[in-house]
């Protein structure tokens, strides 16, 4: 079985083949080396590695979650308006 051309994958690509083979060294340290090329980041370890992308879903969850409640309210606010505007208020 060949390996992947890690130096051809994205950071996503790349961040996601760690996370699904966990033993390979080899594509781990291809994902720190690209980690590396962005300012302020340096990875130390496979547990570093493990929090700091557990960050970045925690910072997505928390987007997708303001989505969603702004688009609720917005919901909200229409049936709200659309029940006023029934009632003659």
Known sequence: MTKPNFQAMTKQELRAYVLSHRDDQEAFYALTSKLRE????????????HRLIEGKRDQAD??????????AAQVNTLFLEDLKRELGQ
Not at 38 to 49: K, N, V
Not at 62 to 71: G, M, Y
């Open 38 to 49: 962005e300012p302020g980041i340096e990875i130390t370890s496979m547990e570093q590695l």
């Open 62 to 71: 928390v987007r997708d979650a303001d989505i969603a409640l702004k688009e």
